[in-house]
């Protein structure tokens, strides 16, 4: 009894702990339940009575007039898929080749060429001039790459990775040479094969940013074909319209006259639930390897 | 014996061959040295392309701040407008105003952040279930996956005029008014930190209990030994080993302080003007001034100004950093 004193907090005290974690846990989770709930919901209890936790009567009509016409939604589900898988593969492969060559110790010029990746967290051109680069310089407006390219190399992920390759033991690379392996042999069936886990976790990273990237979308895209998800959802909140304005349902409504209106209230949170559908069923899984990964990073600071 | 003087003569030849070749050697060899490292800067080749294009040529498009743009001549054609951009920009009042929400913002977001964190995690830390404590950071950590496109729904969800939850069962429940959340400048610089609060601190809670973990158990054997509780445990060892990392990281975010979360301010008012007074920051300005207005004299010189102190304080902080702990400073 007495060793419990000192080894652990007073049972009071921990159960008072356990209950401020159980409302913060609550807090996080309960808002996404409020957008399932008024997305099943009756439309017109929902405009009588507003979002409420418990559909006063339910209703899948919003998700059938989601349904109607779904090329919009797929389309989008089809860009950000494109772009975040693209964008994964060629980021991790262009940050982990440029890592590489950085962690060794006899390459010549490798101060000069990690100041050049440093320097772009101090200093930046800011957005006006980053802008005009895309559209005047590279003329990408309305091209998928305006939604890659930005996102491609993130330097804090070059320096922990940068950090890794230098913990693999140098005699692994001499043995290889010995054997008379070149340079990309060495980094392809040596090193790269070895580095999976740090390789992974900027995977996921990665894939996380371009999941949720909708500023290169609000800069760069105005035609209707390249919305991603993240800029679908965006554009359905400023106008629900939007969503419906090429739609089979939305002329159908049109013809019908207003006896047939656009339940635009159910309609909106539909779509935000479509839209991190992925994101919350992938959580469970994935959520340990961002925690690990972030020890991985917190190792570099 | 023979061997011996067979190695030194092999050796003085091979001297001599490099004496004979003196002037041109040292060039010779560097050339040859680099050029057996071809694969290496090969591979390096893509990521210098792509940074020079997102990153080195936008700076020298900076230029641009101090020119009268015009479409006739091009961006890069246009006239020198010397500082009048600059003075255009510091006449409005919104200068001051995207300049103080930016700084006030961000100030109160590192302390909340940081504090909040940091409490979590030594709660965290004296739990003595085994999966609960994880089941907590885990859910804690879920609204950092969301996009800010969301965080504006969950948001809207809850502050709607008409529909929202708080309207509809909070306010009435305690007999208040509807409020028009996103018409009313006023609440907004409360409404905004929660916001943050609730999206960043499970992730900096995780980071805690990361480094948490990294903490030499022989200090708290000891302290036992001599009988402190956990409370003065938690204070006397935790925080103390706890400290460095956190002046690190709330340096780092102060020479980050002239750049607010674009998603935050963008997003979550709904880009809804009647509270830009509270709501508006330098991103969000620049951002309108060019896309919304296509003024490229004030975005371009609020980019500018962005830009420079920016940097200014980002090297200060790296050098206080740097200064207190090589490890973690960025040079």
Sequence with gaps: ?301 | MLARIRAGGIYSTHLDAKRVNGLAYGQSTKWRKLLKFWPLYLMMLPTIVLLLINNYLPIAGLIIAFKNVNYVDGVFGSPWNGLNNFKFLFSTRDAWIITRNTLLYNAVFIASNIIVALIFALMLNELRSRWLPKFYQASMFFPFFLSMVVVSYLVFAFLSKGNGFVNNNLLPFFGMEPISWYQEPKYWPFILPLINIWKNAGYYTVFFVASMVTISHEYYEAAVIDGASKWQQAIRITLPQLMPLVTVLTLLQIGRIFYADFGLFYQVPLNSGAIYSTTNVIDTYVYRALLTLGDFGMSSAAAFYQSVVGFVLVFLSNYIVRKLDRENALF
């Design chain 1, 1 to 301: 009894m007495l060793k419990r004193g000192l080894n652990s907090v007073h049972p009071a005290t921990g159960a008072l702990f356990h209950i401020i974690f159980i409302l913060y846990t609550i807090l996080c989770i309960v808002p996404i339940f409020l957008v399932v709930a008024v997305s099943f919901s009756d439309e017109l209890t929902v405009v009588a009575n507003g979002y409420q936790f418990i559909p006063e009567k339910f209703s899948t009509y919003a998700y059938e007039f989601l349904f109607k016409d779904s090329t919009q939604i797929l389309r989008s589900y089809g860009v950000t898929i494109l772009v975040t898988a693209t964008g994964t593969l060629l980021g991790v492969s262009m940050m982990a080749m440029y890592a590489y060559p950085l962690s060794r110790n006899d390459l010549p010029f490798r101060g000069p060429l990690a100041f050049f990746v440093f320097f772009t967290m101090l200093f930046n051109g800011g957005l006006v001039s980053f802008y005009l680069v895309y559209v005047r310089f590279l003329g990408l407006k309305n091209s998928l790459w305006a939604l890659i390219l930005p996102l491609l190399v993130a330097p804090f992920f070059i320096l922990v990775m940068r950090t890794f390759f230098k913990n693999i033991p140098s005699e692994l690379i001499e043995a290889a040479k010995i054997d008379g392996a070149g340079e990309f042999r060495i980094a392809g069936t040596v090193i790269f094969p070895l580095s999976v886990p740090i390789l992974a976790t900027v995977a996921l990273f990665t894939v996380l940013n371009y999941w949720n990237d909708w500023f290169m979308s609000l800069l760069f895209i105005s035609d209707d074909k390249k919305v991603s998800l993240q800029y679908l959802m965006y554009k359905t909140m400023l106008n629900i319209q939007y969503l419906t304005s090429n739609t089979q349902a939305a002329q159908g409504i049109a013809q019908g006259g207003s006896a047939v209106e656009l339940p635009s209230e159910t309609v909106r949170m539909a779509m935000c639930v479509v839209g991190i559908g992925p994101i919350v069923f992938a959580y469970p899984f994935f959520q340990r390897y961002f925690v690990k990964g972030l020890l991985i990073g917190a190792i570099k600071g």
